[in-house]
């Protein structure tokens, strides 16, 4: 079975920086898309950014210059570089990933458990 640990989330001053990080661990072929999300409370939860195997990536418009992501694939990890964070970047993010078990078989999606990350105001 498949698990996805975060780690790197807590509280930073406005204008400050965090990086998340993300590790796949256990037995399978392939990791596909991965991609960070986030939820602030009462809101739903929206993609971040993405980045598929050969490093195409995709932002969110809210983040687009302040946040990087990238990945290294001997390792099953993406990483998540947030700069000049902002109060409403304020959220649990979340670790995804797409998973094949074989050559020919679907992507299977998992989600890590999440990791606050909170710029007071």
């Known amino acids: 079975q498949v698990q996805l640990v975060e780690s790197g989330g807590g509280s930073v001053q406005a204008g400050g920086s965090l990086r998340l990080s993300c590790a796949a661990s256990?037995?399978?072929?392939?990791?596909?898309?991965m991609g960070w999300y986030r939820q602030a409370p009462g809101k739903q939860r929206e993609l971040v950014a993405s980045?598929?195997?050969?490093?195409?990536?995709n932002y969110a418009d809210s983040v687009k210059g302040r946040f990087t992501i990238s990945r290294d694939n001997a390792k099953n990890t993406v990483y998540l570089q947030m700069n000049t964070l902002k109060p409403e970047d304020t959220a649990v993010y979340y670790c995804?990933?797409?998973?094949?078990?074989?050559?020919?078989?679907?992507?299977?999606?998992?989600w890590g458990q999440g990791t606050q990350v909170t710029v007071p105001s």
């Open positions: 995804n990933a797409g998973i094949r078990y074989c050559s020919g078989c679907v992507s299977l999606n998992y």
């Open positions: 256990g037995s399978f072929f392939s990791i596909n898309t």
């Open positions: 980045i598929t195997s050969g490093g195409a990536t």
